[in-house]
Structures are given as C-alpha cells and as structure tokens.
C-alpha cells in the first residue's frame, strides 16, 4: 500500500496537528493487532519522535555555536598573541673595523680602530669579532659598501668602521659610523598609512659623527667614538673618556724613593705626573666635579691634606692637624670632605666643610675608624674600623648617627668603596693568605668574591659603576688591575718598572 | 941524665926564634899557604883540562847575537801574549756559555710562565665554554620537556581518538543492524556523544600544536635576545611581526615603544635575528601566524627557569 503521506525528511518541522494528521492516516494503514497501539499512542510517538530528532539538530547546532565562539578571538583578530619575558645576558657581538687611511705616510699616526676595539672589550659588555679583510674582498669602510647578509652571517649584530684623513700638517679629520647589522626586509616609509607603529629597522646608521682633532687629541677621539658606540648599544654613558689617579712608588738609590701623584687614561694609558716628591704621598681622590684632587702628602714632614686644581694647577692646604691627617673622601655634592684625624689621641673620622673649614666629629669611641667613602645619596658613610678587635666595614647613617655592621665574615675587612647606584658596597676581605675584591649587595645583603686568590687592595668603582679599579702585588711588583662585575673580564694596565699604588677612578 | 947545661946567653937563638916567628906570623897573614894551595888545584885543573878534548871556539858578532836574544825574546814575549789572549778567548766564551744558559733558562721560565698563563687562560675559557654549553644544553633540556609534554598530551589525544573512532564504528554497525527504533534512538544518541568527543579531541590537538609552535618560536627569539643591562624589569614594548609562509620574518614594527629605545631595538633585532620561525604545517594552524604581536617584558634571563646545580 503506498502511504499517502509522503515521508518528510525534516519531520522537526511538523506542527503537531500535522502530525496528528499524519498518524491518524495512517492509523487507517496499520493493523490494531500487530503493533498493539492505539493511535494516539502512534501519533505521540511519532510527534516525539520529531522532537527528538529536533532536539538532537539544536544540540548540533549549540555545540557547534559554542565550539564557534572559544576559537572567535583566534579568528577574529589577525594576530597571534605571544608574551617574551626572558632572554639572555650575552656579550653583543660586533666587529670593529680598521679605519681607512688617507694620508702621505704608510701608516696612520695611530690605530683607532685598536683602541676603541679594546675600550669595548674592558667594559666586558662585548663580543669582539676580529675581521680579516682580503684584497679580493677588503673591508668596508662606508655604510654603502657593507654586504649586510655576509655580515650577518657570521653572527655579528653590529659593525663599527671610519676613516682618518690627514688635514695639513697636525689636524686629522675623524669620522665613524655604528651601523645596524638587523633591518627589515621590507623598507616602510614612516609616513605610510600601513605603518601603524615606527619602524627602527628601517635606517640601519645607529650612529655616526664626524671629528677634527689635533694629533695630540686622536687618542681622545678614539675614547669619544668608543662612548658613543657603548651608549647606543647599552643605553648608558660609556665611560672610556674617564680618569684614574694614583701614587707611582720608584726605587732610587739605597732606601731612598721617589713618590709621584699620577693622572692616566681609565686603561692605564698616556700617564701624566701631577707632582712628585721625595716624601710619601698617599690617598688620592677624585672630586665629584673631577676638577680637583685631594690627597695627602708628607713633604713637610708630617702628614697633611692638599687639594690640587688641575686646572689651574694650584695647591691648597686643607688640614694639618696635630698627628694623623689622612684618606680624603668627597662628598658627592663636593663641599665637604671625610677625613681621619688622630688629634684626639685615637683615628676618628672627621668632616670638613671647605667653605668655611669647620670640622665636626662623626665617629667616637676609642677604636681607630679610617678609610671612609660616601654613599652616592650623600646620607651615609662607609668605613673601616676596629672596634670590635679586627677591621671591619662599618656604615655610618649621618642622619641617625646609628653605626651598622657591614662585613660579617672573616677576620679583616679593610678599604671600603660605594658603587655609584648606592646598592653595593666593594672592599677587600682576606680569607687564608689572599686578599680579595669583594662585593657586597646591601639589599640582598649577599658578598660576591671579585678575585680569588690575589693580593688586592684599594678598590674604586667605574663611573657607570660595572667594573672596579684595584691595586695588585704580582711578583713583588704593585700593579693596577680592572675587573668587571661579572668577572668575564679581568685586566693588568700596562706597568714598566715602579709600583702603582691607591688607584682613585673619577 | 940531666945534663947541665951551662946557660949561655946566646943572642944568635934569640935572634933566630925571634926571626922564625915574624916569619911564622907573616906567613899566616899574607894567606900565602892558601895561594899555594890554589896554585896547586890550578895546576890540577890544567892537567885535567889539558886531558880534555879541545873546543872550537869562533869569535861571535855581539851584534849578531843581541839581535838574536831580541828576537827570541819578542818571540817569547808573543808566545806568551798570545796564550793569554786564548786564555781570554776561552774565558770569554765560557761567561758568554754561562750568559746564554742563564738566558735561555731565564727565557725559559718566562715561557714556561707564559705558558702557564695560557694554560690557565685556556682552563678558563674551557671552563666557561663548558658552563656555556651545559647551560644550553639545560635550556634545551627545558624546551625539550615542555614539547615532550605537549607530544605526550598528543599522544594521549590521539589513543583516545582511535578508541573514540572505534567506538564510533561499533556503533554506527550497531545502528544498521538494530531494527528497534527506541535502541536505534539510543544508539544514535550515543553515536553523536562519541563525535562531539571527537570533534573536541581534535580541537584539542589543534591546540596543543598551538601551544608547541608558540613554545618553539619563543624559544627561537629568547635564545637570542640580548637583554640590555640597564633594562628595567616593569617595563615593556608591544611589536608585531609579519612572518611569510616558510617562517622568515618579513617586517617588525613597533607598536607600543617601552620608552628606552636600546629595549626596543634589542627586542627588534632579537625577532629578526631568530628568523626563519619555525611553523605548523597544519594549514588550518598557519594561517594564524601570519601576524604575532609580541610583547617583550624583561623578566629574568632564560636559565634563571632552570636549575643548574
């Protein structure tokens, strides 16, 4: 019997009159006996039957909603969102390339290219690639000559290079360039609409400048060009321009020595004699304007506290007190100086006003405090003392006048030093038969070893505060020494005969 | 018998005493015995030498002859000088023997000093070469536990995917030969509770390969982000990356700037410099990374995660 309703495939949409209809037509079809159900039943059924398979279609469509709607954000927007929080501490790889010549002579009057190549090596911030040039393949020294993908392929991610050029008979014409190994590939001018950010890939020049010096300033040029180099790819000042003082100690005949106050380049290069004497001096240090030394000096006989204008290259007498005037600390704001004086029958420390020369006692007691050096923040004092038996770091906060404890590990502990942020403090600590540099966090309130195993003394801080200047006993000789605060750089500054004490880095 | 004499005062026996004595005495003085006896040796000799045989002698110029004791004794005198200037000679060599050694020792210790420099030197470029690799090697080790997590999740979604398969199959058997329409209805219920299962384990394995390629491509540009010294950790720079289908880095832009520029380009040129990326094959999963927006905070340093002991 052919039904007279034709099957529906979408029974979800029937009514249900319609299905009504439906089953009571086909309530005249089915046999009563076999099915054993009443018409109504059948009609229900099937009406369920339709909602079911309804339900089931919604349910299909909900789940597919929702499925829908958890990828939305990842359709919806073009981007994929990603968040970088953790890198590496690498040494930046870049190459200094020798400078172009172009002058009478063969040869230059001097390699800059060396120079600012090991200015950046002593900051321990850089990875130095030594560039071979061919005469197939010579080295760059324009931007346009530079294959940027040979380059990068050997893994640098900048190149520095210039020229010199001889102008007449003692001026030279200095220039450099500091370029960008990374740029994009797609060069987007910065006023395009598609340009929704800035785009500082595009110009791959970091820095470049362009000096006339004298031959006496090339070596001057040469620190310049290395600070900028350094600030374009650390964000802070380099410091290769700055300044060491210390006392030179000669041997002449039989006991006798001869005592000079020396100025010198931070490498240890172009040492110039401030004075020189026959009786000891000791104690140089830097005023916050780096125009003027104090230091201490015995030519009278007995010890006392001069200032040095380098400028004007005049002297002035500070203090000479009765017994003990010694180890002259600025204070950052360069009106005050901390000193030790003994005329109270024990070394105390002192502060001087140099405006009016009034003096106020900061330490009391009975032990002998020396050496003291002020917080960058001029609120505080670091010093030595012996109060509790064996030299010790103290600090002293000048407001509170409360004094606390900073070495609390060994047995001496002598020759402190603040960092130029104020978070640590450097000195030195013996441990067995060595003296060495260590460095205290004042927050975390760990001690770092510097060196290990070495004679060390008296340690000064970089301006930029990333590396420490100290004296060393190697082979009966007193040699000065960097080392960086990571330790991966640790250098002797070029000595001849003489030994090179109390180095004061400005 | 004693005879008497009669004493005679004879002055002839005075006379002749006296004159036998002078002689006596003058004999004695003058030594003339001694003369006689040498007279007599003389005469000994003589008959000895007249015994011998007799000597040729020829008369000699005495110029001749000093001429010759000259010569001889410049000759001498050379011999002599010239021994002692050998014995200069050999003096000198020998200080200049001992010179040498000392020097060549002296050079040796400064090479061997200079060489122990070197050694130590290369000690501790090997010992920072070697902190180096081992320090890698734990950042790989740590990226590798992270997609080794992520392969074992696959792993699991895919066992539960043929169990599901499976499932589906016996079912679906199960439906067409089921005549009953209530068990028909029941089965088909079930049958589309296993697809939504399915349809949701491939979802998840959609996005565990997200989660995988993400990890790999931050890992490729935190390897080689240098991150300023003087970086503060609480800032941060927003860059958008366009990355073509092989995952080489097309463009970087910056969106947001951190407000220190040497941030900003080392974060630029960390992306440029990971470049190629490495990317899904899944087509339904590339099409996401044509652009990333990343935003670079410096947090810490990628070992600071891992625990080297």
Same mark, same amino acid.
């Given at each position: 019997?052919?039904?007279?309703?034709?099957?529906?495939?979408?029974?979800?949409?029937?009514?249900?009159?319609?299905?009504?209809?439906?089953?009571?037509?086909?309530?005249?079809?089915?046999?009563?006996?076999?099915?054993?159900?009443?018409?109504?039943?059948?009609?229900?059924?099937?009406?369920?039957?339709?909602?079911?398979?309804?339900?089931?279609?919604?349910?299909?469509?909900?789940?597919?909603?929702?499925?829908?709607?958890?990828?939305?954000?990842?359709?919806?927007?073009?981007?994929?969102?990603?968040?970088?929080?953790?890198?590496?501490?690498?040494?930046?790889?870049?190459?200094?390339?020798?400078?172009?010549?172009?002058?009478?002579?063969?040869?230059?009057?001097?390699?800059?290219?060396?120079?600012?190549?090991?200015?950046?090596?002593?900051?321990?911030?850089?990875?130095?690639?030594?560039?071979?040039?061919?005469?197939?393949?010579?080295?760059?020294?324009?931007?346009?000559?530079?294959?940027?993908?040979?380059?990068?392929?050997?893994?640098?991610?900048?190149?520095?290079?210039?020229?010199?050029?001889?102008?007449?008979?003692?001026?030279?014409?200095?220039?450099?360039?500091?370029?960008?190994?990374?740029?994009?590939?797609?060069?987007?001018?910065?006023?395009?609409?598609?340009?929704?950010?800035?785009?500082?890939?595009?110009?791959?020049?970091?820095?470049?400048?362009?000096?006339?010096?004298?031959?006496?300033?090339?070596?001057?040029?040469?620190?310049?060009?290395?600070?900028?180099?350094?600030?374009?790819?650390?964000?802070?000042?380099?410091?290769?321009?700055?300044?060491?003082?210390?006392?030179?100690?000669?041997?002449?005949?039989?006991?006798?020595?001869?005592?000079?106050?020396?100025?010198?380049?931070?490498?240890?290069?172009?040492?110039?004699?401030?004075?020189?004497?026959?009786?000891?001096?000791?104690?140089?240090?830097?005023?916050?304007?780096?125009?003027?030394?104090?230091?201490?000096?015995?030519?009278?006989?007995?010890?006392?506290?001069?200032?040095?204008?380098?400028?004007?290259?005049?002297?002035?007498?500070?203090?000479?007190?009765?017994?003990?005037?010694?180890?002259?600390?600025?204070?950052?704001?360069?009106?005050?100086?901390?000193?030790?004086?003994?005329?109270?029958?024990?070394?105390?420390?002192?502060?001087?006003?140099?405006?009016?020369?009034?003096?106020?006692?900061?330490?009391?007691?009975?032990?002998?405090?020396?050496?003291?050096?002020?917080?960058?923040?001029?609120?505080?004092?670091?010093?030595?003392?012996?109060?509790?038996?064996?030299?010790?770091?103290?600090?002293?906060?000048?407001?509170?006048?409360?004094?606390?404890?900073?070495?609390?590990?060994?047995?001496?502990?002598?020759?402190?030093?603040?960092?130029?942020?104020?978070?640590?403090?450097?000195?030195?600590?013996?441990?067995?038969?060595?003296?060495?540099?260590?460095?205290?966090?004042?927050?975390?309130?760990?001690?770092?070893?510097?060196?290990?195993?070495?004679?060390?003394?008296?340690?000064?801080?970089?301006?930029?505060?990333?590396?420490?200047?100290?004296?060393?006993?190697?082979?009966?000789?007193?040699?000065?020494?960097?080392?960086?605060?990571?330790?991966?750089?640790?250098?002797?500054?070029?000595?001849?005969?003489?030994?090179?004490?109390?180095?004061?880095?400005? | 018998?004693?005879?008497?004499?009669?004493?005679?005062?004879?002055?002839?026996?005075?006379?002749?005493?006296?004159?036998?004595?002078?002689?006596?005495?003058?004999?004695?003085?003058?030594?003339?015995?001694?003369?006689?006896?040498?007279?007599?040796?003389?005469?000994?000799?003589?008959?000895?030498?007249?015994?011998?045989?007799?000597?040729?002698?020829?008369?000699?110029?005495?110029?001749?002859?000093?001429? *010759?004791? %000259?010569?001889? $004794?410049?000759? &001498? #005198?050379?011999?002599?000088? +010239? /021994?002692?200037?050998?014995?200069?000679? !050999?003096?000198?060599?020998?200080?200049?023997?001992?010179?040498?050694?000392?020097?060549?020792?002296?050079?040796?210790?400064?090479?061997?000093?200079?060489?122990?420099?070197?050694?130590?030197?290369?000690?501790?470029?090997?010992?920072?070469?070697?902190?180096?690799?081992?320090?890698?090697?734990?950042?790989?080790?740590?990226?590798?536990?992270?997609?080794?997590?992520?392969?074992?999740?696959?792993?699991?979604?895919?066992?539960?995917?043929?169990?599901?398969?499976?499932?589906?199959?016996?079912?679906?058997?199960?439906?067409?030969?089921?005549?009953?329409?209530?068990?028909?209805?029941?089965? *088909?219920? %079930?049958?589309? $509770?296993?697809? &939504? #299962?399915?349809?949701?384990? +491939? /979802?998840?394995?959609?996005?565990?390969? !997200?989660?995988?390629?993400?990890?790999?491509?931050?890992?490729?540009?935190?390897?080689?982000?240098?991150?300023?010294?003087?970086?503060?950790?609480?800032?941060?720079?927003?860059?958008?990356?366009?990355?073509?289908?092989?995952?080489?880095?097309?463009?970087?832009?910056?969106?947001?700037?951190?407000?220190?520029?040497?941030?900003?380009?080392?974060?630029?040129?960390?992306?440029?410099?990971?470049?190629?990326?490495?990317?899904?094959?899944?087509?339904?999963?590339?099409?996401?990374?044509?652009?990333?927006?990343?935003?670079?905070?410096?947090?810490?340093?990628?070992?600071?995660?891992?625990?080297?002991?």
């Amino acid at each position: 019997m052919d039904p007279v309703v034709k099957p529906r495939d979408d029974l979800s949409r029937l009514s249900y009159r319609d299905l009504i209809a439906v089953s009571s037509e086909m309530l005249q079809w089915i046999p009563w006996s076999s099915h054993g159900m009443t018409w109504v039943e059948t009609g229900v059924f099937a009406w369920n039957d339709a909602k079911l398979k309804e339900k089931k279609t919604m349910k299909k469509h909900i789940a597919t909603l929702l499925l829908a709607l958890t990828f939305l954000p990842c359709v919806s927007s073009a981007a994929l969102n990603l968040e970088l929080t953790r890198g590496t501490n690498a040494k930046i790889p870049v190459a200094v390339l020798p400078f172009a010549w172009h002058g009478t002579q063969k040869q230059p009057p001097l390699k800059l290219s060396d120079i600012i190549q090991h200015d950046l090596y002593l900051s321990g911030r850089f990875q130095l690639a030594n560039a071979q040039g061919t005469t197939a393949k010579p080295l760059p020294n324009k931007v346009a000559d530079i294959n940027f993908a040979d380059w990068r392929k050997q893994g640098l991610n900048s190149l520095v290079l210039g020229a010199l050029q001889a102008q007449g008979d003692n001026q030279y014409q200095v220039r450099f360039s500091l370029v960008n190994l990374f740029k994009n590939k797609q060069q987007i001018a910065p006023q395009s609409s598609d340009n929704a950010g800035f785009n500082p890939q595009n110009n791959p020049v970091l820095a470049s400048n362009v000096f006339t010096v004298k031959t006496a300033q090339l070596h001057d040029a040469a620190h310049r060009i290395a600070n900028q180099v350094y600030q374009q790819l650390i964000g802070s000042p380099g410091f290769f321009t700055s300044k060491i003082a210390y006392v030179l100690v000669k041997k002449k005949t039989g006991q006798t020595r001869q005592y000079s106050l020396m100025v010198a380049n931070f490498d240890g290069s172009d040492p110039q004699t401030v004075l020189s004497s026959s009786q000891p001096i000791m104690s140089p240090a830097w005023s916050p304007d780096r125009k003027t030394l104090a230091y201490v000096s015995f030519q009278t006989g007995v010890p006392a506290i001069y200032t040095f204008d380098l400028i004007h290259e005049t002297r002035r007498l500070i203090a000479s007190y009765a017994g003990i005037n010694g180890a002259p600390a600025w204070s950052p704001d360069g009106k005050k100086l901390a000193i030790v004086l003994s005329k109270s029958s024990n070394a105390k420390i002192y502060q001087l006003d140099l405006s009016n020369g009034r003096l106020t006692q900061l330490t009391f007691g009975w032990a002998s405090d020396t050496k003291p050096s002020w917080s960058p923040d001029g609120a505080s004092l670091v010093f030595t003392s012996n109060r509790s038996g064996t030299p010790q770091i103290y600090q002293l906060n000048l407001a509170s006048k409360q004094v606390t404890k900073l070495s609390l590990r060994g047995i001496y502990n002598v020759d402190p030093a603040f960092s130029p942020d104020g978070q640590s403090v450097v000195f030195i600590h013996q441990r067995a038969t060595a003296y060495d540099v260590v460095i205290k966090n004042l927050n975390t309130k760990k001690m770092r070893y510097l060196t290990r195993g070495q004679m060390a003394d008296s340690p000064s801080f970089s301006p930029n505060g990333g590396e420490v200047i100290y004296s060393v006993l190697i082979n009966g000789q007193s040699r000065l020494a960097l080392i960086t605060l990571s330790g991966n750089v640790q250098e002797l500054l070029p000595a001849k005969s003489g030994d090179r004490v109390e180095p004061a880095w400005s | 018998m004693i005879f008497k004499r009669r004493r005679q005062h004879s002055v002839l026996s005075f006379l002749l005493s006296f004159v036998i004595h002078l002689f006596i005495i003058g004999f004695l003085l003058t030594g003339a015995g001694y003369w006689y006896h040498m007279d007599q040796a003389k005469a000994s000799a003589d008959k000895k030498a007249a015994s011998r045989p007799i000597v040729k002698a020829v008369a000699v110029n005495q110029s001749v002859v000093e001429n *010759q004791i %000259r010569a001889i $004794k410049t000759r &001498a #005198k050379m011999k002599l000088e +010239k /021994q002692l200037a050998w014995q200069a000679h !050999l003096q000198q060599m020998a200080e200049q023997a001992v010179a040498k050694k000392t020097g060549a020792e002296q050079h040796l210790a400064e090479l061997q000093k200079e060489n122990q420099q070197v050694k130590q030197l290369t000690e501790k470029m090997q010992d920072k070469a070697r902190a180096q690799l081992a320090y890698l090697r734990a950042l790989q080790a740590q990226a590798e536990a992270k997609l080794n997590m992520l392969q074992a999740q696959q792993k699991a979604i895919e066992t539960q995917n043929t169990a599901i398969s499976k499932k589906m199959l016996l079912t679906q058997k199960a439906i067409a030969n089921e005549q009953s329409s209530r068990q028909k209805a029941a089965l *088909q219920a %079930r049958l589309q $509770k296993e697809q &939504a #299962k399915q349809a949701a384990l +491939k /979802q998840q394995q959609l996005f565990n390969q !997200l989660s995988k390629y993400k990890t790999l491509i931050l890992n490729d540009i935190g390897k080689q982000w240098i991150i300023p010294p003087g970086a503060k950790k609480n800032v941060s720079c927003k860059l958008l990356v366009d990355l073509d289908a092989m995952g080489r880095v097309m463009n970087v832009k910056v969106l947001v700037s951190s407000g220190d520029p040497v941030l900003d380009r080392s974060a630029v040129t960390a992306v440029l410099k990971a470049s190629p990326l490495p990317l899904p094959k899944i087509p339904a999963l590339l099409k996401q990374f044509k652009q990333i927006e990343l935003t670079v905070k410096p947090e810490g340093l990628l070992n600071e995660e891992v625990n080297l002991s």
